[in-house]
């Protein structure tokens, strides 16, 4: 089942951003771009290569009215203990989102239910609260930040642009597509 336009449910959970405790929730989504970045654990290999390049593009995504947010089923306890004791977290700046009750991770059908973790599910929600690009990756694989930018510029473009739609490997200022209804009646 696709998650394509699924509005993301109601939500509040607690988040660790800059040395301090937070509530956010869904509210605090809608009215602009979101990434929910969810990753398996705290304390982990693969994860803060990950955050870390989230971090380095963060002006970018906010630059482009969108926020990040990171999510794992720790706790935001969990999340300020790994900021206190990694080189790579200590500078992650977006909130980090604490799902111990795995709220976010079951209405984004990530969670690995037999180990309490999520999968390394990338979600772009629009400023409506609707899911409209997401990836699910293997554990032992990491994502890249540029891609993920790049998916979320396009993404605002078509947005803004209804008729109009973004090829492969579309950048801002790149050709983009506009479909004739005459074509598609051809195929």
């Known amino acids: 089942m696709s998650l394509i336009n699924k509005e993301i449910g109601e939500f509040s ?3 660790f951003q800059n040395n301090t405790f937070r ?25 803060p290569t990950e ?12 630059a482009e009215g969108c926020e990040i947010y990171s999510v794992s ?13 990694s080189d790579r977290i200590k500078n992650i700046t977006f909130p980090m989102l604490g799902d111990p009750t795995h709220v976010l991770s079951r209405d984004f ?8 973790v999520a999968e390394r599910g990338t ?20 994502r890249n930040a540029d891609e993920l930018f790049r998916k979320l510029q396009a993404l605002k473009f ?17 050709k983009t597509l506009k479909p004739s209804l005459d074509l598609v009646g051809a195929l």
């Open 23 to 47: 509530t956010v929730t869904r509210e605090d989504v809608l009215g602009k771009w979101s990434v929910f970045f969810f990753y398996p654990a705290d304390f982990t290999f693969v994860c």
């Open 73 to 85: 089923t720790d706790t935001h306890f969990v999340h300020k203990a790994w900021h206190d004791h």
């Open 109 to 116: 059908d990530v969670l690995i239910e037999s180990d309490g």
């Open 158 to 174: 078509v947005a803004e642009h209804g008729d109009e739609v973004c090829p492969a490997k579309w950048k801002p200022g790149n």
């Open 13 to 15: 959970v607690q988040a």
């Open 51 to 62: 955050l870390e390049d989230l971090q380095n593009s963060y002006a970018k995504f906010q």
């Open 123 to 142: 979600f772009i929600v629009n400023p409506e609260g609707k899911i409209v690009a997401y990836e699910v990756n293997a554990g032992n694989v990491g």
